[in-house]
Nanobody, 122 residues
Framework: QVRLEESGGGAVQAGGSLRLSCVAS????????MAWFRQAPGKEREWVAI???????YHRDQVKRRFQISRDFAKDTVYLQMDNLKPEDTGVYYC????????????????WGQGTQVTVSS
Protein backbone atom coordinates (compact mmCIF):
# COMPACT_ATOMS: atom_id res chain seq x y z
CA GLN A 1 0.00 0.00 0.00
CA VAL A 2 1.23 3.46 -0.89
CA ARG A 3 0.06 6.75 0.51
CA LEU A 4 0.62 10.07 -1.23
CA GLU A 5 0.23 13.54 0.20
CA GLU A 6 0.47 16.67 -1.93
CA SER A 7 1.16 20.21 -0.81
CA GLY A 8 2.20 23.52 -2.27
CA GLY A 9 -0.87 24.63 -4.17
CA GLY A 10 -2.27 28.12 -3.93
CA ALA A 11 -3.42 31.21 -5.79
CA VAL A 12 -0.99 33.22 -7.89
CA GLN A 13 -1.11 35.77 -10.65
CA ALA A 14 -0.15 34.91 -14.20
CA GLY A 15 3.61 34.75 -14.54
CA GLY A 16 4.07 33.56 -10.98
CA SER A 17 5.55 30.33 -9.68
CA LEU A 18 4.58 27.49 -7.38
CA ARG A 19 6.29 24.29 -6.31
CA LEU A 20 4.16 21.28 -5.58
CA SER A 21 5.44 18.48 -3.38
CA CYS A 22 4.23 14.91 -3.07
CA VAL A 23 5.47 12.76 -0.20
CA ALA A 24 5.11 9.01 -0.55
CA SER A 25 4.96 6.46 2.23
CA UNK A 26 4.37 2.75 2.41
CA UNK A 27 5.48 0.31 -0.26
CA UNK A 28 8.59 0.51 -2.44
CA UNK A 29 8.70 3.92 -3.99
CA UNK A 30 12.01 4.32 -5.76
CA UNK A 31 11.25 2.03 -8.68
CA UNK A 32 7.76 3.36 -9.26
CA UNK A 33 6.72 5.85 -11.90
CA MET A 34 5.51 9.10 -10.36
CA ALA A 35 3.16 11.43 -12.16
CA TRP A 36 1.41 14.72 -11.78
CA PHE A 37 -2.08 15.00 -13.25
CA ARG A 38 -4.41 17.96 -13.22
CA GLN A 39 -8.11 18.48 -13.64
CA ALA A 40 -9.58 21.80 -14.68
CA PRO A 41 -13.24 22.58 -13.96
CA GLY A 42 -15.46 20.76 -16.41
CA LYS A 43 -12.56 18.91 -18.02
CA GLU A 44 -11.07 15.45 -17.80
CA ARG A 45 -8.02 14.77 -15.73
CA GLU A 46 -4.83 14.93 -17.81
CA TRP A 47 -1.23 14.03 -17.21
CA VAL A 48 1.13 16.96 -16.75
CA ALA A 49 4.52 15.45 -15.98
CA ILE A 50 5.91 11.99 -15.31
CA UNK A 51 9.18 10.76 -13.89
CA UNK A 52 10.16 7.12 -14.18
CA UNK A 53 11.91 5.03 -11.57
CA UNK A 54 15.10 5.52 -13.54
CA UNK A 55 14.66 9.28 -13.60
CA UNK A 56 13.46 9.83 -17.15
CA UNK A 57 11.13 12.79 -17.33
CA TYR A 58 8.20 13.64 -19.58
CA HIS A 59 6.22 16.87 -19.76
CA ARG A 60 3.13 17.53 -21.82
CA ASP A 61 3.64 20.08 -24.58
CA GLN A 62 1.59 22.82 -22.90
CA VAL A 63 3.93 22.94 -19.91
CA LYS A 64 7.32 22.26 -21.48
CA ARG A 65 9.96 24.84 -20.58
CA ARG A 66 7.67 26.10 -17.77
CA PHE A 67 7.23 23.07 -15.50
CA GLN A 68 9.86 20.67 -14.23
CA ILE A 69 9.28 17.38 -12.42
CA SER A 70 11.95 15.99 -10.13
CA ARG A 71 12.25 13.44 -7.35
CA ASP A 72 14.27 13.11 -4.19
CA PHE A 73 14.77 9.42 -3.49
CA ALA A 74 16.12 10.04 0.00
CA LYS A 75 12.97 11.92 0.97
CA ASP A 76 10.50 9.79 -1.06
CA THR A 77 9.27 13.04 -2.52
CA VAL A 78 8.39 14.22 -6.00
CA TYR A 79 8.24 17.88 -6.92
CA LEU A 80 6.65 19.88 -9.67
CA GLN A 81 8.25 23.27 -10.16
CA MET A 82 5.83 25.48 -12.05
CA ASP A 83 7.06 28.77 -13.49
CA ASN A 84 5.44 31.37 -15.71
CA LEU A 85 2.03 30.10 -14.72
CA LYS A 86 -0.93 30.84 -16.96
CA PRO A 87 -4.66 30.98 -16.20
CA GLU A 88 -5.13 27.77 -18.19
CA ASP A 89 -2.94 25.99 -15.64
CA THR A 90 -5.71 26.39 -13.07
CA GLY A 91 -7.03 23.14 -11.65
CA VAL A 92 -6.62 20.49 -9.01
CA TYR A 93 -3.23 18.84 -9.24
CA TYR A 94 -2.90 15.20 -8.23
CA CYS A 95 0.13 13.09 -7.55
CA UNK A 96 -0.06 9.46 -8.64
CA UNK A 97 2.22 6.45 -8.56
CA UNK A 98 2.31 2.90 -9.78
CA UNK A 99 4.78 0.06 -10.12
CA UNK A 100 5.30 0.68 -13.83
CA UNK A 101 7.99 2.29 -15.91
CA UNK A 102 5.78 5.08 -17.21
CA UNK A 103 2.05 5.58 -17.72
CA UNK A 104 0.10 8.18 -19.65
CA UNK A 105 -3.45 7.39 -18.55
CA UNK A 106 -5.01 7.84 -15.14
CA UNK A 107 -6.32 4.27 -15.17
CA UNK A 108 -2.71 3.04 -15.16
CA UNK A 109 -2.20 4.38 -11.63
CA UNK A 110 -3.68 2.81 -8.52
CA UNK A 111 -2.34 5.24 -5.94
CA TRP A 112 -3.43 8.85 -5.79
CA GLY A 113 -3.10 11.79 -3.47
CA GLN A 114 -6.03 13.93 -2.41
CA GLY A 115 -5.12 16.77 -4.76
CA THR A 116 -4.05 20.36 -4.28
CA GLN A 117 -5.72 23.39 -5.84
CA VAL A 118 -3.78 25.71 -8.12
CA THR A 119 -5.48 28.92 -9.20
CA VAL A 120 -3.85 31.33 -11.63
CA SER A 121 -5.48 34.71 -12.19
CA SER A 122 -4.89 36.95 -15.17
Amino acid sequence: QVRLEESGGGAVQAGGSLRLSCVASGDTFNTYAMAWFRQAPGKEREWVAIISGKGSTYHRDQVKRRFQISRDFAKDTVYLQMDNLKPEDTGVYYCATENISVGWREDEYRYWGQGTQVTVSS
